[in-house]
């Protein structure tokens, strides 16, 4: 068995895992299983500061994300994709896939992206039905300020799909006052359930967009819309994961309980980037960087795949490299929901400072030693 410390899945609690091995009933038919399903959407929304409507559907993040742009896009729309990463560029995918026109706005993928210069990008252009953006883009580690970009992307009567899937829960989400219009998470990242779940929050204007189309949704298992009203009708779309979702709903019991959580991803992400760089490694941003986890470059000396290679053989702990445009570049630490904990993060820099050392890559103090440094 490793120890996973990578950026999602993440490890998960014995009683979230105990929760999904629960009997079971029929959750098409049984009454209470829709009660039961709409109280965690509305835990959820409540853990999201927001008093819009959650749906949980049957499907990893990336269902999510599909879902949000196959519900809002008609062929013709144009959508602003935000693209400093390689989610961020995704999106435009999807946008395709559903008919609409993405217009990618590209910028520096070492940095967060700018307010100040989205603005000036708007006041030429702002004729986008919605627009996408990436809380955090997890192959780089790269943490986009979706407190100021949302609201300012509405000034301009622009809806917003946000894809926090790894960042929610280890920085901070508040969904009505970011004012963001569809929110995509996930179970396997900060929420520390296994994958198989997405979840979205939906606003009243997204809602009224759906309401609004002159074409259907070209999709039912991505139709957001199709969702709506389930417990009135007392009717899913299809037969719900029943045990998956009473692992999601202790998961989000945890995190309820959890008062310190924000606080302490913050203090943990910290403590790792100080650790590296005082081992005399590079962090592969320059600044915006995630809490929930930490992105270094490969040592010109080595390859990511030795290094991984030798902290799974030898220290039993696996990290995660990259992928698409970074692959082979770095490597990356995974420090989101029940990861983010200082015995695991000192084990691990600790493991990885031996990896290095061992791999010939001097490393100018033990690693372990210099996250508890900073931690303490
Ligand atoms: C993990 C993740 C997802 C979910 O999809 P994967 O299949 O795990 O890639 C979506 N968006 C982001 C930013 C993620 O980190």
Redesign the pocket.
Request: hydrophobic letters at 40%.
């Given at each position: 068995m490793y120890k996973i410390m990578t950026?999602?899945p993440t490890q998960v609690l014995e009683n979230v895992r105990l929760a999904r091995s629960l009997e079971c009933t029929n959750p098409d038919l049984d009454e209470s299983f829709f009660d039961f399903y709409k109280e965690t959407c509305e835990l959820i929304s409540k853990l999201l500061c927001t008093g819009n409507e959650t749906i949980i559907m049957d499907g990893?993040?990336?269902l999510g994300?599909e879902a949000a742009c196959a519900s809002l896009t008609e062929p013709g729309d144009l959508v602003l994709v935000l693209d400093n990463g390689v989610?961020g560029k995704g999106f435009a995918d999807f946008v395709t896939m559903y008919g609409g026109t993405p217009v990618l706005y590209t910028v520096d993928d070492k940095n967060p992206i700018d307010k100040a210069a989205l603005e000036e990008y708007l006041k030429l252009n702002h004729d986008f039905k919605y627009a996408t953006l990436?809380h955090?883009?997890?192959p780089s580690g790269m943490l986009n300020p979706i407190g100021e970009l949302c609201p300012l992307l509405k000034k301009y009567g622009i809806l917003t799909v946000v894809?926090s899937?790894?960042a929610m829960f280890g920085e901070e989400v508040k969904v009505d006052e970011f004012q963001i219009d569809l929110l995509c998470g996930?179970s396997?990242?900060a929420v520390s359930a296994p994958?198989g779940l997405t979840f979205v929050t939906v606003s009243e204007d997204a809602k009224g967009v759906m309401a609004q189309r002159n074409t259907p949704i070209a999709s039912f298992y991505g139709n957001i819309q199709v969702f709506f009203g389930y417990y009135e009708k007392k009717w899913f779309p299809y037969t719900m994961p029943i045990s998956d979702i009473y692992g999601l709903r202790q998961a989000f019991e945890n995190i309820q309980r959890d008062k310190d959580m924000i606080k302490r991803h913050r203090f943990i992400g910290e403590a790792c980037r100080q650790a590296v760089r005082k081992a005399g490694l590079s962090l592969h941003l320059e600044s915006g960087f995630s809490n929930t986890v930490t992105v270094i470059d490969v040592p010109k000396e080595t390859t990511a795949g030795e290094i991984l290679r030798v902290m799974r053989q030898e220290h039993h702990i696996m990290l995660a490299g990259s992928f698409d445009s970074l692959e082979g570049q770095v490597i990356r630490i995974g420090h989101m929901g029940t990861n983010a904990n200082e015995g695991d993060m000192e084990a691990t820099l600790e493991a990885l400072g031996q990896t290095l050392s061992s791999l010939g890559i001097p490393v100018k103090a033990s690693m372990g030693r210099l996250f508890r440094e900073a931690v303490l």
């Amino acid at each position: 068995m490793y120890k996973i410390m990578t950026p999602g899945p993440t490890q998960v609690l014995e009683n979230v895992r105990l929760a999904r091995s629960l009997e079971c009933t029929n959750p098409d038919l049984d009454e209470s299983f829709f009660d039961f399903y709409k109280e965690t959407c509305e835990l959820i929304s409540k853990l999201l500061c927001t008093g819009n409507e959650t749906i949980i559907m049957d499907g990893e993040g990336i269902l999510g994300l599909e879902a949000a742009c196959a519900s809002l896009t008609e062929p013709g729309d144009l959508v602003l994709v935000l693209d400093n990463g390689v989610y961020g560029k995704g999106f435009a995918d999807f946008v395709t896939m559903y008919g609409g026109t993405p217009v990618l706005y590209t910028v520096d993928d070492k940095n967060p992206i700018d307010k100040a210069a989205l603005e000036e990008y708007l006041k030429l252009n702002h004729d986008f039905k919605y627009a996408t953006l990436v809380h955090c883009d997890t192959p780089s580690g790269m943490l986009n300020p979706i407190g100021e970009l949302c609201p300012l992307l509405k000034k301009y009567g622009i809806l917003t799909v946000v894809d926090s899937v790894s960042a929610m829960f280890g920085e901070e989400v508040k969904v009505d006052e970011f004012q963001i219009d569809l929110l995509c998470g996930g179970s396997q990242k900060a929420v520390s359930a296994p994958p198989g779940l997405t979840f979205v929050t939906v606003s009243e204007d997204a809602k009224g967009v759906m309401a609004q189309r002159n074409t259907p949704i070209a999709s039912f298992y991505g139709n957001i819309q199709v969702f709506f009203g389930y417990y009135e009708k007392k009717w899913f779309p299809y037969t719900m994961p029943i045990s998956d979702i009473y692992g999601l709903r202790q998961a989000f019991e945890n995190i309820q309980r959890d008062k310190d959580m924000i606080k302490r991803h913050r203090f943990i992400g910290e403590a790792c980037r100080q650790a590296v760089r005082k081992a005399g490694l590079s962090l592969h941003l320059e600044s915006g960087f995630s809490n929930t986890v930490t992105v270094i470059d490969v040592p010109k000396e080595t390859t990511a795949g030795e290094i991984l290679r030798v902290m799974r053989q030898e220290h039993h702990i696996m990290l995660a490299g990259s992928f698409d445009s970074l692959e082979g570049q770095v490597i990356r630490i995974g420090h989101m929901g029940t990861n983010a904990n200082e015995g695991d993060m000192e084990a691990t820099l600790e493991a990885l400072g031996q990896t290095l050392s061992s791999l010939g890559i001097p490393v100018k103090a033990s690693m372990g030693r210099l996250f508890r440094e900073a931690v303490l």
